[in-house]
């Protein structure tokens, strides 16, 4: 399956894959992250629902807190 991240493609070997899965390969599980998946926004509380799907293409920003 191959998705599109912050513009870039990346292939996984699954056919299908949870939107928490792949936060958790990405090492992003538990981290403070906006995810926009197909140009919609996803709350954190609906990632493990998301079902990723080949041809799909995400953004995801690390939030970061500075001064």
Not at 15 to 25: I, V
């Amino acid at each position: 399956m191959t998705l599109t991240l912050n513009g870039e493609a990346r292939t996984f070997e699954a056919d299908s894959l949870a939107l928490e899965d792949l936060l958790k390969q990405l090492d992003l599980a538990g981290r403070p992250v906006v995810v926009e998946h197909n140009r919609e926004p996803v709350l954190p509380g609906a990632y493990a629902g998301v079902t990723l799907n080949d041809g799909d293409s995400l953004e995801i920003v690390r939030i970061a807190a500075g001064g």
